[in-house]
């Protein structure tokens, strides 16, 4: 059975939000970035676009994304 721990969700607007959690799946640890949409009953559904990534691969995807903070502000 998997847990989802919601760390944070950003509004994108039109009924779209990126939800960032941290999810567990056969006792492995996951970071699950993924976008939801509200559908017509007011439910927030996943859609396909995301990705989840081993837990012990954060250090990377947090220095991937600093390095592309970086750069954008050159």
Known sequence: ??????????????GK???????T?????YIDIREYYTSDSEEE????KGVRLPF????????ALNEAKERSEE
């Open 45 to 48: 559904l996943p859609t396909k």
């Open 1 to 14: 059975m998997s847990e989802d721990v919601e760390i944070k969700s950003i509004d994108r607007g039109y």
């Open 56 to 63: 012990d691969t954060l250090d990377e995807l947090i220095e």
């Open 25 to 29: 799946w056969k006792e492995i640890k």
């Open 17 to 23: 939000t990126v939800k960032v959690k941290i999810s």
